[in-house]
């Protein structure tokens, strides 16, 4: 199967200069359109995105940052993204981005309605559309058997040897770990895995009369280890799965090995790159400083924890309320 590689934007990424990111053969970007519903909601860079990107010959799609806490809020907000996108030739779907902590609070009923209705409205006016979302919200904020296999997925993990979850798109590093000439600061780097030249197809096919080698197995289910090798992609970058954190084996069939943190799946890594875990060694601080435009929702699955803990570990009442300059105290293992 082939990739593309691409990035997704919004106004945090300033003033682009098109002309460099031509030539960091970026093969398509998704942006930012919206967030809510009200008057004002529309990204301010979205417009001057869209040109500058077409301009130079790039694919784009969008994503509507959602704070719908109900189906009726989501028709509002489909129909809110569309009259931001209206008149905008766009060659990729058009995503709902979930992952506020307010959306997450209403339940995982409440959470896969919204997907769906969002997704389902676009689609009747005329749009592709998926789902943005990360292995944390699968496993824990949605109905996953509801959505995967069923709506297009753009899935948000970072730092991973691969897609834990079957896919189409893969934002792979985001943060202050990504760049990308052309954007000054950070920028989130993503995979759209391809059968052709225009339609985004999954990771994963099912196979049909095959069955997972089990004596391969590895590692034990419940085993702590450690990744002790980066992992190479096929852009020539390489990436590391915090080699020196701790992660407890979810599954392990083969060579693959599903690891993660809290019982929150972070990356699925084949077992040459892993190691078990010492029983003295011990659990891991790290200091964040917060970045204009992050959420507790994005630092927790940064670094595989979870957004409770976080505030619990640094007296924050209203998760919603984080500043850019904060430093967050963040304890994993």
Aim: charged share 30%; net charge positive.
């Amino acid at each position: 199967m082939k990739s593309k590689k691409g990035i997704d934007v919004s106004y945090a990424q300033g003033d682009i200069n098109f002309d460099k990111i031509k030539k960091s053969q970026v093969e398509f970007a998704i942006v930012r359109s919206s967030f809510g519903w009200e008057s004002g909601q529309k990204d301010d860079k979205f417009d001057r995105n869209i040109k500058g990107f077409q301009s130079k010959g790039i694919p784009c799609g969008a994503y509507h940052y959602s704070y719908a806490k109900s189906k009726e809020d989501a028709v509002k907000e489909a129909k809110y993204c569309i009259e931001c996108i209206k008149g905008k030739k766009l060659e990729l779907p058009v995503f709902i981005d979930l992952e506020n902590d307010s959306t997450a609070a209403q339940g995982k009923r409440v959470c896969t309605d919204i997907a769906k209705t969002f997704c389902d409205y676009m689609k009747k006016a005329g749009y592709k559309t998926g789902i943005y979302i990360n292995p944390n919200w699968l496993n824990n904020y949605v109905y996953k058997d509801e959505l995967l296999d069923k709506y297009t997925i753009w899935l948000a993990q970072w730092e991973s040897a691969e897609p834990a979850f079957k896919c189409a798109l893969w934002q792979y590093n985001v943060g202050g770990n990504g760049s990308i000439d052309g954007i000054s600061g950070r920028c989130d780097l993503d995979i759209m895995y391809v059968s052709d030249e225009s339609k985004p197809e999954d990771t994963k096919k099912p196979e049909t009369g095959k069955k997972p080698d089990s004596t391969k197995v590895t590692f034990k289910v419940g085993e702590e280890v450690q990744v002790i090798d980066p992992i190479n992609y096929d852009n020539g970058k390489k990436f590391i799965v915090y080699p020196n954190e701790k992660y407890t084996v979810i599954e392990s069939v083969g060579d693959r090995i599903v690891i993660g943190i809290n019982g929150q799946v972070t990356a699925a890594v084949n077992a040459k790159y892993l190691r078990r875990v010492s029983k003295d060694n011990n659990a891991k601080t790290y200091i964040y400083i917060v970045q204009a435009g992050d959420t507790l929702s994005y630092i927790a699955q940064k670094y595989g924890t979870t957004v409770e803990k976080i505030a619990k570990e640094n007296n924050i009442k209203n998760p919603d309320l984080i500043y850019g300059g904060d430093k967050l105290k963040i304890t994993v293992g």
